[in-house]
């Protein structure tokens, strides 16, 4: 098999830790670390300082392994924006926005400069954290070249069975690199179940009884993990832009392609009503557009953006409506050959740290296939269907490679629990579209209440402009009512 590839080392450390681990909440070290808070812009990179001066940074130590608490021990980088009306206060609100390998230490204070309404800002300590692997808590690497970490976390657009085959020559170097780079021992541990109880120490240390969470995108899946794993410790739970039950597995990176088609004809709508960018006066038109410019940069890029590139950039925008105006701008310029919007393609700070987190987390979670030819057929299949950016969300990545033993099977989301998740989604989501979240909801049972917008992008809450859904995650989070069963949001006129 293709593991033979990977280091002696770690196969041996992988195996010396291949016991299932337990799920029962209560294991957990003797004592807690104290938290003690210091001001986030005392620290030179602290993140969201700009925004809200108030926001606090601490660390907590954590185990490595939850099976020997007492063990080696890692930091969790975390932050808070403390409530100003402590009468009000009901407890600890949890935030994540996203990833996996993104750094929420700083969301707090995004979520509050966002709008976030007062009354959820008095009723509780917003809490932000770096997760186990990325940021300022206990990073992972995976020794990647500056060209590797221009190509992204998506496999170039494959047009052919050869492309899947050079790509996997690419992905195995990746996962070798990762499986032999200096923070391999954190490999088997850097999971979305650890990074859950994870939130449960962070929970403890702060002294509370219970959580409350707030998290959108990959972060609906880490809040799904929390509230199966810690049921009796979960307050009130919303899950914005969902995941479906297996969270960032195979399924959810071919589910982009599909997302990319659901949203597309938003961008082609907005385009085609401004015949200033000259993409096309019909959605027809600029949906031919998309296709002409793209096998055009496939043959021969312009100005660095080739045609992986020109599909990918497009992808990233299309998560915001606000965005569009630099989609058609982007187009217009490579068409022209002319100078490139600002930031095109979007770029990351930290790029190296947030892919290595990323493939820690989603390559350990769950198996992907492991046979270049189920790749292949896959690429066929999802080409044929959403041709737009099916040829690189089905490709092969690192995750083909990973070592086939894993430290516990993934968490199975189900209906065992308290009545408190609420689930909010728009409907034309790029990044996790709305199939998913429906098999997540299914998933869930009695234990959730979905509240879905018809409005295109990616994330709902406090983004968004639908009235009706943020409404409903305000009610919840400041009452703890719930629509009384799932709700469907109509669309709003733009403000």
């Given at each position: 098999?293709?593991?033979k590839t990977l280091s002696l080392a770690l196969a041996a450390m992988v195996a010396a830790t291949a016991a299932t681990l337990t799920v029962i909440p209560g294991v ?44 080696r021990q890692i930091e969790i980088a975390i932050s808070r924006l403390a409530s100003k009306k402590p009468s009000q206060r009901r407890g600890v609100l949890l935030t ?400």
């Amino acid at each position: 098999m293709h593991q033979k590839t990977l280091s002696l080392a770690l196969a041996a450390m992988v195996a010396a830790t291949a016991a299932t681990l337990t799920v029962i909440p209560g294991v957990s070290a003797a004592t807690p670390d104290i938290v003690r808070w210091d001001p986030c812009s005392d620290k030179a990179d602290s993140p969201g300082k700009a925004a809200s001066p108030r926001l606090e940074c601490s660390t907590l130590k954590v185990p490595l392994d939850y099976r020997d608490p007492d063990g080696r021990q890692i930091e969790i980088a975390i932050s808070r924006l403390a409530s100003k009306k402590p009468s009000q206060r009901r407890g600890v609100l949890l935030t994540n926005p996203g990833g996996p390998g993104i750094t929420g230490l700083g969301y707090p204070a995004v979520l509050a400069a966002s709008k976030l309404p007062q009354e959820v800002l008095d009723s509780y300590d917003v809490i932000g954290f770096d997760p186990r692997g990325a940021g300022r808590s206990t990073p992972v690497t995976c020794d990647l070249t500056p060209a590797q970490q221009k190509r992204g976390n998506v496999p170039p657009y494959a047009h052919t069975a050869a492309d899947v085959t050079r790509e996997a020559q690419n992905a195995r170097a990746i996962a070798e690199q990762c499986a032999t780079s200096r923070t391999a021992w954190m490999l088997p541990h850097t999971t979305t179940a650890n990074t859950a109880r994870d939130m449960d120490r962070i929970r403890t240390a702060l002294g509370e009884p219970k959580l409350s969470y707030l998290g959108g995108s990959y972060g609906s899946y880490l809040g799904a993990v929390y509230t199966t794993l810690f049921p009796g410790r979960s307050d009130r739970i919303v899950l914005d832009s969902n995941l479906g039950p297996g969270g960032y597995d195979v399924t959810a990176m071919r589910s982009l392609a599909r997302g990319m088609e659901d949203r597309f004809p938003d961008f082609a709508a907005f385009a085609a009503a401004r015949p200033k960018y000259g993409l096309g006066t019909t959605p027809k038109q600029v949906t031919a557009k998309f296709f002409e410019l793209a096998k055009r940069l496939e043959a021969k890029p312009v100005r660095g953006i080739d045609g992986t590139l020109f599909r990918g950039s497009t992808f990233d925008r299309l998560y915001s409506d606000a965005d569009m105006p630099l989609v058609a701008e982007m187009w217009q310029a490579l068409d022209k050959d002319r100078p490139l919007p600002p930031n095109t393609p979007p770029v990351l700070e930290n790029m190296e740290n947030f892919m290595a987190a990323r493939f820690y987390v989603i390559c350990g979670d769950s198996r992907w296939p492991e046979t270049v030819r189920e790749y292949q057929r896959n690429v066929v299949a999802d080409r044929q269907r959403y041709p737009m950016l099916g040829g690189s969300a089905a490709g092969i990545g690192p995750c083909a490679f990973w070592p086939d033993e894993r430290v516990e099977p993934p968490v199975r989301i189900g209906d065992r629990g308290p009545s408190s998740v609420l689930m909010v989604q728009n409907e034309r989501d790029p990044g996790t579209p709305l199939a998913g979240a429906r098999e997540l909801r299914r998933a869930f049972g009695k234990r959730a209440t979905m509240v879905t917008a018809d409005q295109g992008g990616h994330g709902v809450y406090p983004f968004g402009p639908n009235t009706c859904a943020n409404d409903a995650v305000t009610a919840f989070l400041t009452t703890g009512q719930r629509p009384a069963q799932d709700l469907a949001c109509v669309a709003e006129p733009s403000k």
